[in-house]
């Protein structure tokens, strides 16, 4: 299975404020859906808070140290091999052979090394914000441009694109670079 983080985040790196998202871009949510219905999706339970319910027509998986944590229409995983597991899982259900990591910020440093995919929106605007996401390009090669849109009237312009991990030969670091820093991530 592979395992596909998904962020949108501003030019100053902000994914979320106040448990929110900063902005509204319909046609960019559009997309998050179009690439994520039908697999199962990884997300901390903040941001399941501040979605209010779990996605529809998509297998939610919520990651808490809760262990009392219910919620209709949740699965609950409390470490990244139980979330990925019960991902796995659930994706041989399905029959597809992806799943995603949608957020936020504490949930996308968690994984950073189980990614092998990033789509990223990059909003071309600076917003205040408290969580964020930072793409390390000297680890992760942009591989594709899918979209490239202009600002409208208030809505601002974004960008979606992939980016692949930079391959390092595992065989030449050293014994102490820990598997935590390989297609390292850092995050503000
Ligand atoms: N722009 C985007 O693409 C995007 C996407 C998603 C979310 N967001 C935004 O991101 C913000 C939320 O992000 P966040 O970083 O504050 O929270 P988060 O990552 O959504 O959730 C954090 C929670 O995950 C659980 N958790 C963290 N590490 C864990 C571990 N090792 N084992 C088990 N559970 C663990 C904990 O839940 P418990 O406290 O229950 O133990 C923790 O409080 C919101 O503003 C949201 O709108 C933005």
Partial sequence: MQTVLIVAASE????????????HIPEDLKFFKQQTIGHPILM???TLDSLGKPLPGRVNVVLTRD?????EGILTA?????????????ANKLGVKKCFVIGGAE??????SE?????????????DGDTFFKLEEADW??????KDVPACGDTPGF???????????RTQESSSQSDESYGLLQYA
């Fill in 12 to 23: 100053n790196d902000v994914v979320g404020c106040d448990n929110t998202m900063p902005w």
């Fill in 44 to 46: 901390g339970r903040k």
């Fill in 67 to 71: 262990v009392n944590f219910e919620r």
């Fill in 78 to 90: 409390s470490s990244v091999d139980e979330a990925l597991k019960l991902a796995e899982q659930e």
């Fill in 107 to 112: 949930i996308y440093r968690l994984f950073a």
């Fill in 115 to 127: 990614v092998s995919k990033i789509i990223l929106t990059r909003i071309h605007k600076e917003y």
């Fill in 141 to 146: 090669r942009h591989t594709k441009t899918i």
């Fill in 159 to 169: 960008t979606i694109m992939e980016f692949e991990p930079v391959h390092v030969d």
